[in-house]
């Protein structure tokens, strides 16, 4: 909670009520939850054909009225349920039914993300005027992008008992790093600062730096909350499962 007369309320509201751009994912993410099992009996009862040209008509809509014309304000930039179902839908398709885009080797895959990051960067840096449009969540690029980032980590096989205890705090990360009242008073002006003030590889080295200290105080804070968690959680289940066995 923020404390002073500047206060806004989706400064002080919790992640589930407010309007807060970032948070809206979260939202969306919950309702998707809710239709998926809908959606995976559609994908059960359908034939191939039709579930490829349901997703092909979703995203000639989507690419028409929510990125190029911004005129389907329901898509909300990408922090939809609608856009997520699309991505949920593309998502099993490539899983059904693989084919030769799908089922490249790793190293491909990673070539093909970064050649499209690239490929952002340049057009972004010689046509700002578009540079948004370019870099927006309803992109074509960005999406072909996310699918082959996907696939890749898709593809590999290891398994590590460290990063398996890291990644259960990345829900925590994401809430602290775009937390309005953290985001817009500290760290935007923190990295504003590193940008203005060091140049070239010194900048990336002291913005990696502020991103490695983020995460870490992220993941440390909510391990700290899993462990009071555990805490409260078994006394209560103790005095309650002694209650009612008396």
């Not at 409260?232 to 209650?243: A, H, R």
Request: hydrophobic share 50%; proline share 3%.
């Amino acid at each position: 909670i923020a404390i002073g007369k500047s206060m806004k309320s989706e400064r002080i509201s919790p992640f589930w009520v407010n309007g807060y751009q970032p948070f809206s994912a979260i939202k969306a993410y919950l309702c998707l939850m809710i239709i998926a099992p809908l959606m995976n009996l559609y994908v059960e009862k359908t034939s191939e054909k039709q579930l490829r040209h349901i997703i092909i008509y979703f995203y000639i809509f989507q690419t028409i009225y929510g990125w190029l014309t911004h005129s389907a304000v329901f898509f909300n930039d990408g922090y939809s349920t609608l856009s997520f179902m699309g991505i949920y839908l593309l998502s099993r398709y490539i899983h059904l039914y693989p084919n030769k885009l799908t089922t490249l080797s790793k190293k491909n895959d990673i070539i093909i993300f970064i050649s499209i990051i690239l490929l952002q960067a340049i057009i972004a840096y010689f046509i700002p005027s578009i540079g948004g449009y370019i870099m927006h969540y309803l992109s074509p690029l960005v999406i072909i992008s996310t699918i082959y980032l996907f696939l890749f980590f898709s593809k590999l096989n290891f398994t590590n008992v460290f990063i398996n205890e890291i990644a259960l705090s990345s829900f925590a990360v994401f809430l602290l790093h775009t937390n309005p009242n953290l985001c817009n008073q500290y760290f935007k002006p923190l990295v504003i600062y590193i940008f203005e003030s060091y140049n070239g590889i010194e900048c990336l080295i002291y913005i990696f730096i502020f991103l490695l200290v983020i995460f870490a105080a992220s993941v440390i804070i909510d391990r700290m909350r899993l462990s009071l968690w555990k805490i409260s959680w078994s006394n209560i289940f103790e005095k309650l499962y002694d209650k009612y066995n008396r």
